[in-house]
Structure formats: C-alpha cells, structure tokens
C-alpha cells in the first residue's frame, strides 16, 4: 500500500468529543490528502497539503482542521465530532501535482 | 447485465468474459482521467490513467478508452477473473494540482465463476 498507514483503523467516539486520525508514509511524498468517502458519493476532499505546515481546504472542510509538522505525517482533527461526519476517511499522498494518488487502508470512524 | 442499485450501479459478468465500465465526466478541460479499484474494506488502488491527447491505454489485462467528444471513459478487463470483484470508479483532474480531481460514485463489478 505504498507506505501509508493510517490509525486508527475503527473508531467509535461520542458526539462533541475531539477526534484526531493519523496519516503517516514512509513514501517522502511531498503531496498528502484527506478524503471521506460516504455510500452514494465519490471520495470527497477534506483539506490536502502540499509540504510541511502548508495546508489548504478541500471540498468538504467544515469541521476539520489537519496539521503536517513532518513530511511524513498528516493529521485530521475533529475538533467536535457529530453524526454527520460518520464516514470512512482515507489518506492519499502524491509525489506531484498532477500524479497519482495512492490511498491508504482508511479509517471507519462512528459517531454516536 | 447493469442494474442501479441504491447507491452504486451494478455490473454482473461471468468469469472468462470481458468487462466494460463506463464512466462520464463533467468537465471538458479535464486533462488527466484515473481508474481505481477498490476492494471490500480497502482503499482505493490505482489501475491505469489517460492524459487527454490520448484515446487509447492498454495496461495488463485493462484498457482505458476516452472520447472527449462526449466526454465518456471506458475501462475494458480481459477475461475477468473473481479476483476483479470490487468497486471501480474514475477520477478527472481539472488542473495541474490533485485537489481539482473529482472521483465519480463507482461501479460495483461481480464476477461469476
């Protein structure tokens, strides 16, 4: 799986409690994204980065914020979980910007 | 045949036979076009990719085929096998960096041994 590993692999958190998920490759892949993927919709973006401490939203970043204070780590946070982001997370990183991805296993997080 | 499912439109083929999946994308400027497979529980795996100054893309076993014209995608398997059983859905790049890719909702392909 190209290096990627995300954890946890489940999680089941409570509705308003802060959840963090962790990206990290052994790839040296400048690139790295966050991605949801939900029955009925393609994956969608949440925020990616483009190098250490540079960030930008995706399509879908509202209720998310992420840190990448090493190039081999990139982290989502929930900074308040709720039901709505019930989903299964990937991460994905990239060598270039017009490359392709490759994805971890993903992360299938329940808010209850 | 194909059939809609509730969320993911369905191909069911026998194994031996060749599969085709189909994929329509929404912008005609999209200069580079990705198939991947997704597994029960997996993330997704990159088969095969196209640029637009190409209509054609043969991998093992895949070929990729694009028609700008009315922006359509086509992913053909040879001789599908069980093993092919997954998910499969294309992405389209709108720009030069990946957070401009759109990834489409999917084909869930079954194979029959």
């Known amino acids: 799986d190209a290096g990627i590993t995300q954890s946890p692999r489940h999680k089941v958190t409570e509705t308003g409690t802060p959840v963090t998920l962790r990206c990290h490759q052994t790839?040296?892949?400048?690139?790295m994204y966050w991605y949801r993927q939900d029955p009925g919709h393609g994956l969608r973006l949440i925020h990616y980065s483009y190098g250490v401490k540079d960030t930008d939203k995706g399509e879908v970043s509202d209720g998310y914020s992420v840190s990448r204070s090493k190039t081999e780590d990139f982290l989502l946070t929930l900074e308040s979980a709720t039901s709505s982001q019930t989903s299964v997370y990937f991460c994905?990183?990239?060598?270039?910007?017009?490359?392709?991805?490759?994805f971890g296993q993903g992360t299938r997080l329940t808010v209850v | 045949g194909e059939s809609v499912g509730l969320h993911l439109p369905t191909l069911s083929v026998q194994e031996g036979d060749n599969s085709i999946i189909n994929c329509a994308y929404s912008n005609s400027a999209s200069d580079y076009f990705i198939w991947y497979k997704q597994e029960s529980g997996k993330g997704p795996q990159f088969i095969i990719d196209i640029r637009s100054n190409m209509d054609k893309r043969q991998g093992q076993r895949v070929t990729v085929l694009l028609n700008k014209t009315v922006k359509h995608l086509s992913l053909q398997i040879a001789a599908t096998q069980p093993g092919d059983s997954a998910v499969y859905f294309c992405?389209?790049?709108?720009?030069?960096?990946?957070?401009?890719?759109?990834f489409g909702p999917g084909t869930s392909l079954s194979v029959i041994p």
């Open positions: 992405a389209e790049n709108l720009g030069t960096s990946y957070d401009k890719v759109i």
């Open positions: 790839e040296n892949h400048r690139y």
């Open positions: 994905a990183i990239a060598q270039g910007k017009a490359t392709e991805a490759f």
